[in-house]
Nanobody, 121 residues
Framework: VQLQASGGGLVQAGGSLSLSCVATGSIFNVHSMGWYRQAPGKQRELVGKVGSGGVINYADSVKGRFTISRDNAKNTVFLQMNSLQPEDTAVYYC????????????????WGQGTQVTVSS
């Protein structure tokens, strides 16, 4: 299984960016998908996650500004980021709990490559 993220870049404060991440491979089902971020010198933290039942959790710091959504048919998760602030600058990572075939159908946690989001003041 691979998680391929795209999007990100450089934006001024108050601007918007969108990220997307698609999971590919011998996937049986995707339980949850979401986004984490890691700023320089800080620990990786949850941004938002969509569970299998559509339940969405957001970090308090992004509530009301970020919107996460999921296309189950395409094993894809999206992150729309509005009203971006310099403190949102980080490497954003896609993450998923995915059941895939690997000698059997096993549920594992997968990470995508990071994508840089930089917000200038």
């Amino acid at each position: 299984v691979q998680l391929q993220a795209s999007g990100g870049g450089l934006v001024q404060a108050g601007g918007s960016l969108s990220l997307s991440c698609v999971a590919t491979g011998s996937i049986f089902n995707v339980h949850s998908m979401g986004w984490y971020r890691q700023a320089p010198g800080k620990q990786r933290e949850l941004v938002g996650k969509v569970g299998s039942g559509g339940v969405i959790n957001y970090a308090d710091s992004v509530k009301g500004r970020f919107t996460i959504s999921r296309d189950n048919a395409k094993n894809t998760v999206f992150l729309q980021m509005n009203s971006l602030q310099p403190e949102d600058t980080a490497v954003y990572y896609c993450n998923g709990d995915i059941r895939a075939y690997s000698g059997g159908f096993l549920m594992r946690n997968y990470w995508g490559q990071g994508t840089q989001v930089t917000v200038s003041s």
